[in-house]
C-alpha cells in the first residue's frame, strides 16, 4: 500500500473495556449480552468488539439441534452492543446516567458464513455519521479474519427513563 491509499486512524484511547465496565454501560444481561470485551476503542471513530462463542449458549438448544449455529439477528445484535458502547465510551459524563441505546435501523444487513460455538467473532465496528443523540456505524463481523456479516446500523442514545 502506498502512502495515497493509507488510512490513517486516530489513536487508541482505549485498549480494553472488560465485561465488568460493559455491564456497567449496557443495560444487558445474561442471556443477552453479546460481548465479553471491547478491544480497540478509538472515541467517536471505531472499536472491536468481541463475543466468544461457546456451546453452552442458550440459542443453540434450538438453533439448531445437532447443527449449532450462531442466529444471524445475533450477530447483528452483538455488533449493536458494541457500537452503543463505543458511543457511551465516547460520551462520557455527557451520556447521562444508565444511558440506554435504541436500535432504530438496520440497513444492507448480509451474512456471509455461519458462526459456531468455538468460534471469537470480532465485531468491527466504525461510525459513519452522527446527528445529535442518533448514531450510525458500519459493522462487519469476523471469525479468524474471514467475513461472515456486515451491516449498517443506526441507533439512538438517551438517559434511561427519558423516551417511553
Not at 473495556?17 to 444481561?29: A, V
Not at 442471556?31 to 466468544?52: A, E, Q, T, W
Not at 465510551?89 to 458462526?115: C, D, H, L, W
Request: net charge negative; glycine share 8%.
Amino acid at each position: 500500500m502506498d502512502d495515497m491509499t493509507a488510512i490513517e486512524l486516530p489513536p487508541i484511547d482505549e485498549a480494553v473495556i472488560g465485561h465488568e465496565r460493559l455491564m456497567l454501560m449496557l443495560p444487558h444481561r445474561y442471556p443477552f449480552l453479546m460481548l465479553d470485551r471491547v478491544l480497540d476503542v478509538r472515541y467517536g471513530h471505531s472499536c472491536v468488539g468481541i463475543k466468544n462463542v461457546t456451546f453452552n449458549e442458550p440459542f443453540f438448544q434450538g438453533h439448531f439441534p445437532g447443527h449449532p449455529v450462531m442466529p444471524g439477528v445475533l450477530v447483528i445484535e452483538a455488533m449493536a452492543q458494541a457500537a452503543a458502547a463505543l458511543v457511551i465510551a465516547t460520551m462520557g459524563e455527557q451520556a447521562g446516567e444508565n444511558p440506554i441505546t435504541y436500535f432504530m435501523a438496520i440497513e444492507s444487513a448480509k451474512f456471509r458464513r455461519k458462526v459456531v460455538p468455538g468460534d471469537q467473532l470480532r465485531l468491527h465496528m466504525v461510525k459513519d455519521r452522527r446527528r445529535g443523540n442518533v448514531w450510525r456505524y458500519n459493522g462487519t463481523a469476523t471469525v479468524d479474519d474471514n467475513v461472515v456479516a456486515e451491516a449498517l446500523l443506526t441507533a439512538m442514545i438517551v438517559p434511561k427513563g427519558e423516551l417511553r
